[in-house]
């Protein structure tokens, strides 16, 4: 995560490990910090997890979807995005009744 903040903070492009391993390092946060299974967040290519108490999803497309790129979900996990200003501008993706993770974010401080 350090290493792909120190690259984002230089305006740098972060190397495709240190992304995808700051990736998956904020969803586990997030799934740890929202425990549940009623909304899937997914950040292809790198991961995806479930999170958010409420209703429990096991087959098919669950009923509460966020989607978005690497670059965008970092910059919401770390602050330097606020979640209004990214569905705004359609770089964030979210349908269903659980689907608004503000509350959650952001997870880390810059």
């Known amino acids: 995560m350090r290493r ?3 690259a984002a903070d230089a305006a740098a492009r972060p190397q495709r490990a240190d992304t995808a ?8 946060e997030l799934a740890a910090c929202a425990p549940g299974r009623a909304v899937e ?5 790198f991961g995806v997890t479930q999170a958010v108490s409420g ?3 096991r087959r098919g497309t669950p009923p509460s979807v966020v989607e978005t790129d690497a670059a965008t979900w970092l910059a ?3 602050g330097r995005l606020g979640w209004r ?4 501008s359609g770089v964030l993706h979210a ?3 659980r689907c608004d993770l503000s509350a959650y974010l952001p997870l880390l401080r810059p």
Request: hydrophobic share 45%; proline share 7%.
């Open 4 to 6: 792909w903040a120190a």
């Open 85 to 88: 200003e990214a569905l705004d």
């Open 95 to 97: 349908s269903g009744e």
């Open 21 to 28: 391993t700051a990736v998956r390092y904020t969803l586990e």
């Open 55 to 57: 209703t429990v999803h």
């Open 41 to 45: 967040v997914r950040v292809p290519p």
């Open 76 to 78: 919401l996990a770390t």
